[in-house]
């Protein structure tokens, strides 16, 4: 078993910044994959960002260049710096963890972007 616990998230004018991380415990040497998801008011969950342990990392088109996903390999922890956010980046984001092929989630933390 792995938990997580995301932190970071508020309320932020448009063309702000703020800095999720994803704390990790439990069963971490297992851990492979993480990254972040989000969701929406009546949308559904969809990947943000994600990274492996050799630190190669993906992010979804509509925040690439705006956000930076990065891992502690050591902590185990991952962060998302999010820069020049958009009211369309409002949403509960959830980290998230592969262990031996199953994926853990944390509780979400919201991002709220005013314009």
Partial sequence: QV???ESG???????GSLRLSC?????????NGMGWYRQAP?????L?????KNGGTYC??????RFTISRDNAKITIDLQMNSLKPDDTAVYY???FVR?????GQGTQVTVSS
């Fill in 42 to 46: 009546g949308k559904q969950r969809e």
């Fill in 23 to 31: 704390a990790t415990s439990g069963r971490t040497s297992d851990i």
């Fill in 101 to 105: 092929g199953l994926r853990f989630w």
């Fill in 60 to 65: 979804a088109d509509d925040v690439k260049g």
């Fill in 95 to 97: 980290c998230y963890a």
């Fill in 9 to 15: 998230g508020g309320l932020v004018q448009a063309g």
């Fill in 3 to 5: 938990q997580l616990v």
């Fill in 48 to 52: 943000v960002a994600s990274i492996n």
